[in-house]
């Protein structure tokens, strides 16, 4: 069933979607990922002394100085800085306290990959925790796919499934921080961004900064379903 808004805003044209760059020969040119995901690190990170160490390393390495300059200014030998970078030792508490200083990070900082928890939230098809947003509207269902709060990469994700019936009612325009990603699953929508309209079928995704006003604009097959994912900072409201 198709479902068309009654009003096209002005001002707001259809956007084309911008191609990938191609090299001189036509192949399209891939943008290199500036992280490996499959390096895997130590799992004996488990152990304190390890966990100690490769924070120390961490943040000296950070700070763009030696070993030797690090010996200077905690007046701790090389040797025991080497034993514990490599975690083979347990510093004492008046060593940690002299490595924080000269670090500038506090002594509790070197026992953070040590004691923080990684979570993970297994979600079992139709089981989702179906929510109201702000502006929801009648013929809308969100269905939160998981959710993780305070995490180590102070960045909070939230999935959504989002189901919209022949019953919908215009759908509100959305303005939020961080970024969102939509793929389509089912139906059709043109789908708008800022000043830019992008029509949708399923396979469909499109990725952009949330901060511009978004939301679909026309609602042309019905029902409608597509995962919305939303990242923003943890010290963010969302």
Known sequence: MAKKSSDSKPGITAAKAKPLPKAADGR?????????????????????????GREVRAFRKKLGITVADLAVATDISLGMLSKIENGIT??????LQALSRALGVPVTAFFRRFEEERSAVFVKAGEGLDVERRGTRAGHQYNLLGHIGSN??????EPYLITLTEDSDVFPTFQHEGMEFLYMLEGEVTYRHGSNLYPMKPGDSLFF????????????????RYLSIICYPQNSAG
């Open 152 to 157: 180590t990469s102070g960045v909070v994700v």
């Open 90 to 95: 347990s510093p004492s508490l008046t060593t």
């Open 209 to 224: 900064d949330a901060d511009a006003p978004h939301g679909p604009e026309v609602l042309t097959v019905l029902p409608m």
């Open 28 to 52: 399209t040119i891939r943008t290199p990922l500036t992280q490996n995901p499959h390096a895997i690190r130590d799992t004996r990170e488990k152990v304190l002394e390890v966990a100690i």
